[in-house]
């Protein structure tokens, strides 16, 4: 069982499901990023996923496009962030997750990239612009070092979820809304056709992501699957309280953990 | 082609998950529609009837005694209906999203030629149909978004990045993400994740076989050169595609370098540019420290893209075809040149292309051959290119 899987499991042992909350690296600035995945650890996250900013975030909603835009313009590049979870990994071996975009790897060199989340311990790599067809020129190098490639499937994935699921490592992320990631006032997708699928074909927990911002969304959706994830609900604190948003996201990771019970 | 949707190692379907069953479901509808009588029956029709097909075949007498050298003939797909060779793909796309059920159409478009192509079609066969338009585009090419809505199509402007056409492609995407159920996505360029960059290469070889029928009747011979500019490359491809297996006929793709490609203000992408992924597909994009998709600048708005379709990417690794890079300044001289020497207005676009034939033609023997694809006209391009000349005109 993977490090990914085991922090499923430690969450069901407490009586609830995972949390896993999203950050961008190096918004507003990479030391801050260091110390929000502290407090998010410390506040009880399952998993931390860590997003590497790209110029182009085709999957990501205005939210999360502004942290790529500042995380950039304050020059973040992928070596920084390996460094800063090597500092991370000598105080917690919270199970960290890179979000990033399939460039962003080919350029760093795919065997290099994997390498170094081997020696920093970054446990997976969600790729979303990198579907099933694609995984393999990823894959082999990602199973060599141990790092599982985070599978995505979506509301439009239907038959494709056998597939998808079972080859898929780690966690498998379901998609609940069609379009960019944001928060959104209510989840039109039909999740229970949707699972029924996914329970059918997946052996792995399974994360529901996309669209949830708020402890009543996630108290009302947790029972799909064994954890959830946020990410422009999160990064939108960060946008609003900068530097000084660790209190905040305390509050806030604490709130949702207590409603995931 | 080695596996289905790669040009050697280039191409591919690199598009988040959400998207996956909706190319799948486009890649099987176009392989029925390809060997359809009554579909090929209803798109020739199209082609004849309404956009103006054959395009012709003119020799620039005027042009090629000036220059000297090679005989110079024009591919005139600026006269097709709507001004450009983007109405080929566009009714064929259309005609597609209509077959296939769907109630809308979107497209990204730079310059505003697809743009104004896909709302045509969209007009004429009764969609619904937004255009995502870099805000920056939507300033140089103002006339073409009031053009759009004269056509009934909803035109968006798009303020993130560098408010281009990559940025109008990414929001492009990122709607079809959201609406993928029942809108089609028309995509302008050889480019983006399979089956768009096959789709869009058949639809447009109609230019290529064309020139081929038309040029063995007027000469009984094939030409020696053929000069496209290229963006994404859909004008290029189009031309080419018919003439790969014939060797003896040189391919030369011209990219826009702005003004330099010694500069940083440019959009060379295979000059200047690596090998990534981006847009669905793998092919040469030009990239900054870290992978990121560098800005990129040309006074040509249709040429203004980080990235260039796989096929020609692949057409470049196995040197079938050569890439190079024209100049504003070239671009803007050859504009004047060809109005001014055969009477024909070129867009700023197709002017690339022009500049490039002008280097070469009068080093070459007058036994020789050139088609030029005269992709566009060039009636959009004259208040920008007033603009570049410091000329004051009352638009």
Known sequence: MSKLQKAFEKAKEKGRKAFIPFVTAGDPHIEDTERFVYALDKAGSDVIEIGIPFSDPIADGPVIQRANIRALDNGVTIDKVFDMVAKIRKTTDVPLVFLLYANTIYYYGIQKFFERCQETEVDGVILPDLPFEEKEEFGIYAKDCGVDIISLVAPTSKERIRDIAKEAGGFLYCVSSMGVTGTRDAIQTDLKAMFEYIDEYCKIPKALGFGIANKEQAKALKDYADGIIVGSAIVKIIEEYGKEAEEPLVRFAEEMIGELA | ?395
Not at chain 2, 143 to 164: C, Q, S, Y
């Open chain 2, 1 to 395: 082609m080695s596996k289905a949707g790669r040009y050697g190692e280039f191409g591919g379907q690199y598009i988040p998950e959400t998207l996956m069953n909706a190319v799948h479901e486009l890649d099987e509808f176009y392989k029925k529609c390809k060997v359809d009588s009554t579909f090929n029956e209803e798109l020739r029709e199209l082609f004849e009837e309404y956009s103006g097909r054959p395009s012709l075949l003119y020799y620039a007498k005027k042009m090629t005694e000036d220059l000297g050298g090679a005989k110079i003939y024009l591919k005139r797909e600026d006269l097709n209906h709507t001004g450009s060779h983007k109405i080929n793909n566009v009714l064929g796309q259309v005609l597609i999203a209509k077959k296939m059920g769907k109630k809308r159409v979107i497209a990204e478009t730079g310059a505003g030629q697809h743009g104004v192509a896909t709302a045509t079609a969209a007009a004429l066969m009764g969609l619904e149909c937004e255009v995502f338009m870099g805000e920056e585009d939507t300033i140089r090419q103002a006339l073409n978004v009031f053009r759009m809505e004269l056509l009934g199509a909803k035109v968006t402007p798009v303020k993130t990045g560098t408010r281009t056409l990559k940025d109008a492609v990414n929001a492009a995407m990122q709607d079809w993400a959201k609406s993928v159920e029942d809108t089609f996505y028309c995509l302008g360029s050889v480019m983006g994740p399979h089956p768009y960059p096959m789709i869009v290469r058949d639809l447009q070889s109609v230019i290529g076989k064309e020139v081929k029928a038309q040029m063995i009747k007027k000469e009984g011979k094939l030409p020696d050169v053929l000069v496209a500019c290229v963006g994404g490359g859909s004008n290029a491809m189009g031309l080419f595609y018919d003439f790969i297996e014939d060797k003896e006929v040189e391919l030369i793709g011209v990219e826009a370098a702005g003004e330099g490609v010694e500069t940083d203000k440019h959009a060379a992408t295979i000059s200047k540019g690596e090998v990534g992924i981006f847009h669905g597909m793998k092919s040469y994009f030009v990239q900054s420290e870290g992978g990121s998709i560098a800005p990129v600048y040309s006074i040509s708005a249709g040429l203004d893209y980080p990235g260039i379709g796989p096929e020609h990417a692949y057409l470049h690794d196995s040197k079938r075809a050569r890439y190079v890079p024209a100049t504003d300044r070239e671009a803007v001289m050859a504009f004047e040149y060809l109005s001014r020497t055969e009477g024909i207005i070129p867009a700023i676009e197709s002017s690339h292309a022009v500049a490039y034939a002008m280097k070469i033609a009068p080093k070459m023997s007058k036994d020789k051959i050139i088609v030029i694809n005269l992709s566009g006209r060039g009636d959009k391009d004259v208040a920008s290119i007033a603009r570049y000349k410091g000329v004051e005109i009352n638009e």
